[in-house]
């Protein structure tokens, strides 16, 4: 034992990671916990006594685990995504996403009744201030729906000044509510001012995803009723969104909430990060790219510009899955339920020979490149009516929950602090100005 785990006061009953410092010839026996070493540890390892000590440089936190969570857990290698210990293959087809948001946010599967009251609680939330309407009406007609969610989102916490007291657990509480209520009354208002319709107000009788299409579609009928098939659809694709661990848009929740805003603010910040084309802008350029292709005999072409690194192949690849993405697996049958209402979408011909082409092309076997949750899903939303400015708004709808449990977790997490990273300044030592101060 060195002293340096004295120093860090935790137990040095398990692994070590020995390191000598070939600057200064010293070793350091780094305690190894839950397969990492504490980043701070290095901090001890000097060159000279003046000298700040050893920092880990992580681009793009590759290797870097920033928190502990007990929400989601992903093997990239097997394909393997659990929410709280439930695969999500189990969850697609056993469960509801209002009841996969419990699970996320509570831990464990509401029971019948807790179910019910969590439904209800919800529905009675999806209102939004009329000040709301007036504000989403001060967005020009072609604004994108997803800086109009952005926006609005963030205007939430000018009407619940309350939010701010995050530690209160009630308070707490209403706001994660009030988010996962009225998220898709937000999304379908931004879809409604851009096709200059009015707009349609929620139906608490409706399920979640039923009402999201009611606010969608709604027109001069009574009363809306989604399609079955539809609604347990779009239900289905929201689980699969629910929550992805350490992704960019959640880091970014946890990152904008460790400085104690309110959720409504750190969820405008996660939504903005989920906005761009590598993350959940990826199934939109995903359906723009099968257009641009237009036609099964183009797609030989284009893989050939994708592999000549001129483009990137949207709905390809992700940072943690390496063989395939589980997601990916139940979409595809999704897809199947749903063309048999719609009628199979053109693009699904050319998005199969796509991925036939890629799957068995060297390039893509070698950079471990396998089809994500985003290659089929803009092709369903699109079948069942969608915009394709849309998709990463319905994205934003799945993730809000994932979102609010990271958020709650690292705010109950007494290792966590305000998110602060090191820099290595690579820029100009002092330099002095010269001449007469102003
Ligand atoms: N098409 C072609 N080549 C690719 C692709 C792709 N989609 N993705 C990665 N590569 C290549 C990349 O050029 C690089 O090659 P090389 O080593 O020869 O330079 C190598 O694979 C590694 O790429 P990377 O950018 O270092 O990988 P990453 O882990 O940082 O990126 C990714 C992950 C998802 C951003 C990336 O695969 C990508 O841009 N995919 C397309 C966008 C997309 O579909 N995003 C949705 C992700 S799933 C939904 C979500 O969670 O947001």
Redesign the pocket.
Known sequence: MTEHTEQAGRASSGDVLHVTDSRTGRSYDLPITDGAIWALDLRQIKASDEDFGLLSYDP?FLNTASCRSAITYIDGDEGILRYRGYPIEDLAVRSSFLDVAYLLLNGELPTKDESFTWEQEIAHHTYVHENIKKFIDGFHHDAHPMGILVSSLAALSTFYPEAKAISDHVRQHEQVVRLIAKVPTLAAFAYRHAMGLPYAYPDAELSYAGNFLNMMWKMTEPRFRPNPVLEHALDVLLILHAD?EQ??STSAMRVVGSSQVDPYSAAAAAAAALYG????G?NE??LRMLSEIGSVDRVPAYIKR?KS?EL????????VYKNF?PRATIIKKVADEVFEVTGRNPMLDIALELERIALADEYFIT?K?YP????YSGIIYQAMGFPVAMFPVLFAIGRMPGWLAQWQEGGADPEQKISRPRQIYVGEPLRRMNGPAT
């Open positions: 793009a992805h992704n960019c084309p590598l993350h959940g990826a350029q995903v994708v690194g990137r192949l949207m709905g390809f690849g992700h940072r993405d950079h490149l994500n949750v985003d290659f």
